[in-house]
């Protein structure tokens, strides 16, 4: 199993989504900003990484709002998704195809990764 680490990042009553590259897995579909967590890496150490990585923010982690497992054909993903807010930096697309900050009412506009369907389904009853 690999373990995904990803955000869940509030601006008032907007949350940012981002569109995975073309080439990669899952590719075109939106998820929260993440990725896997290297071997020796904590959670939270690896979401740190990830965004520095794809978005060039530093992340102020909180709490987990949810965790799912999910199998791809090619692999099965136990992913963790982290409250956190940007302490530093404004997001910018190093990696992502297309970054946006969408409302609860706007999620069935987008195509998401299968893993995170369930998690916005918790987002939806929480809102
Ligand atoms: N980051 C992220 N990944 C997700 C989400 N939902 C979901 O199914 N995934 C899947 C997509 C990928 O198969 C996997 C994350 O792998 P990744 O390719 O983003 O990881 P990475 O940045 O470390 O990339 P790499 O080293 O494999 O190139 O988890 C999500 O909301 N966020």
């Given at each position: 199993?690999?373990?995904?680490?990803?955000?869940?990042?509030?601006?008032?009553?907007?949350?940012?989504?981002?569109?995975?590259?073309?080439?990669?897995?899952?590719?075109?579909?939106?998820?929260?900003?993440?990725?896997?967590?290297?071997?020796?890496?904590?959670?939270?150490?690896?979401?740190?990484?990830?965004?520095?990585?794809?978005?060039?923010?530093?992340?102020?982690?909180?709490?987990?709002?949810?965790?799912?497992?999910?199998?791809?054909?090619d692999?099965?993903?136990?992913?963790?998704?982290?409250?956190?807010?940007?302490?530093?930096?404004?997001?910018?697309?190093?990696?992502?195809?297309?970054?946006?900050?969408?409302?609860?009412?706007?999620?069935?506009?987008?195509?998401?990764?299968?893993?995170?369907?369930?998690?916005?389904?918790?987002?939806?009853?929480?809102c």
């Amino acid at each position: 199993m690999t373990e995904v680490v990803a955000a869940l990042i509030w601006d008032q009553d907007k949350f940012m989504i981002c569109q995975r590259p073309a080439h990669k897995a899952r590719g075109l579909l939106w998820e929260f900003v993440g990725g896997k967590v290297e071997p020796g890496e904590a959670k939270e150490q690896a979401l740190i990484r990830e965004c520095q990585e794809e978005l060039a923010i530093r992340l102020d982690i909180g709490e987990v709002f949810m965790d799912v497992i999910h199998e791809y054909p090619d692999l099965t993903v136990h992913l963790t998704l982290f409250h956190a807010t940007i302490q530093e930096g404004i997001p910018q697309k190093l990696e992502h195809a297309d970054i946006r900050w969408i409302s609860v009412d706007e999620i069935d506009q987008y195509a998401f990764c299968p893993a995170d369907v369930e998690i916005l389904r918790k987002l939806k009853d929480a809102c």
